[in-house]
């Protein structure tokens, strides 16, 4: 191997095996002194793999280039932070717009409600039903019946006396009933 088809390969960067002392292959090209290039055989390395990465490690970053980059991650920003009133305002209106319309349907719910409760204030057998019922009114020549029965709170409160004398102990009882007055019990 001459040492001007060593360079030439370096420089299409190309990979060429070339066996070492072991026997086995090597990819790295060696120079003509016999002194490995580092740079030029990783470059060749990165040349032979595939990828995002072994793009980016082999891209140079010069100073347009990096302006560019700066330009360009600038005018995201700008864009962004232009957008992100409206589109919070949007947002908020549509959720606004949302509740509005559930408070409407309610609203109209109630409407008909209040609508069927005059239409039925408007029809004689109801108020006459009403009258009977609540003002306990009766035609003439009929004869009222009233049926007067505890209320429920008063129910309530017999059956915990009641209760509570059936746990109270004899004697307790016995002076209870002689202590208070019949009209208090």
């Given amino acids: ?16 095996l070339v066996p070492d002392a072991t026997g086995a292959a090597d ?8 002194h490995t ?6 470059r060749t390395r990165v040349r032979g793999r595939s990828g995002l990465g072994s793009r980016l490690r082999g891209f140079e970053m010069t100073p347009a ?7 360009t991650v600038v005018v995201v920003c700008v864009v962004a932070l ?5 589109l919070r305002t949007y ?15 309610q609203l109209q719910r109630e409407v008909a409600d209040y609508q069927q409760k005059v239409n039925e204030q408007n029809d004689p057998a109801y108020i006459e039903a009403q009258a009977r019922t609540r003002l306990q009114f009766v035609k003439p020549g009929e004869i009222p ?25 004899w004697y307790g009882n016995l002076w209870d009933t002689l202590s208070t007055p019949p009209v208090a019990q």
């Fill in 1 to 16: 191997m001459s040492p001007d088809t060593v360079d030439s390969v370096i420089e299409t960067g190309e990979q060429e």
């Fill in 27 to 34: 990819t790295t090209a060696t120079a003509a002194a016999g």
């Fill in 37 to 42: 290039d580092r740079s030029r055989t990783s």
């Fill in 65 to 71: 280039t990096l302006a560019t980059l700066v330009i």
């Fill in 82 to 86: 232009t957008l992100a009133m409206p």
């Fill in 91 to 105: 947002f908020s209106q549509r959720a606004e717009f949302r509740q509005l319309t559930a408070s409407n349907e």
């Fill in 145 to 169: 019946l009233v049926m007067l029965f505890p209320a429920d709170e008063a129910r309530r409160e017999a059956a915990e006396r009641a209760e509570e004398r059936a746990r109270a102990p």
